[in-house]
C-alpha cells in the first residue's frame, strides 16, 4: 500500500488549506490514518489522527478548533481541511498508517512502520 499526499501550498495568515492523503496498493478501511508535520529543526509531531471507521479522532491541542480530518473510504483517501492557518503551522505534512491501540496513542506516538508518504509542504506566511 503507498500514500500520496497532496494539497499543500503558500497561503496567508488565517487562509486555509485542504491535504488530501491518497493509498494505492490497497484499502485504507482496515487502517487507521494520522496526519503528523515537521518543522525545520523539529521532531515530527501528530496532528489528527481518525479511526478506520471514523468513530475516533484526535487532534493536537495546537490545531483543536482549527483543523479537521475526515476520510471518504470508498474513495481510499482522507483529508485535513486546515483553517485559520498560522505561520507556526508551517511544516511540511505527512500521513500514515497504522493499527494503534487508540487513535491518540498513535498521534502522540507516530508509527515506525513503513507506511508513510512523500510529505507535502504548508508554508503560511505574508
Known amino acids: 500500500l503507498q500514500l500520496v499526499e497532496s494539497g499543500g501550498g503558500l497561503v496567508q495568515p488565517g487562509g486555509s488549506l485542504r491535504l488530501s492523503c491518497a493509498a494505492s496498493?490497497?484499502?485504507?478501511?482496515?487502517?487507521?490514518v494520522g496526519w503528523f508535520r515537521q518543522a525545520p529543526g523539529k521532531e515530527r509531531e501528530g496532528v489528527s489522527c481518525i479511526s478506520s471507521s471514523a468513530g475516533s479522532i484526535y487532534y493536537a491541542d495546537s490545531v483543536k478548533g482549527r483543523f479537521t480530518i475526515t476520510r471518504d473510504n470508498a474513495k481510499n483517501e482522507v483529508y485535513l481541511q486546515m483553517n485559520l492557518l498560522r505561520p507556526e503551522d508551517t511544516a511540511v505534512y505527512y500521513c500514515?498508517?497504522?493499527?494503534?491501540?487508540?487513535?491518540?496513542?498513535?498521534?502522540?506516538?507516530?508509527?515506525?512502520?513503513?507506511?508513510w508518504g512523500q510529505g507535502t509542504q504548508v508554508t503560511v506566511s505574508s
Open positions: 496498493g490497497g484499502n485504507l478501511d482496515y487502517y487507521a
Open positions: 500514515a498508517i497504522d493499527h494503534p491501540t487508540s487513535v491518540q496513542a498513535m498521534c502522540v506516538r507516530p508509527p515506525t512502520n513503513d507506511y
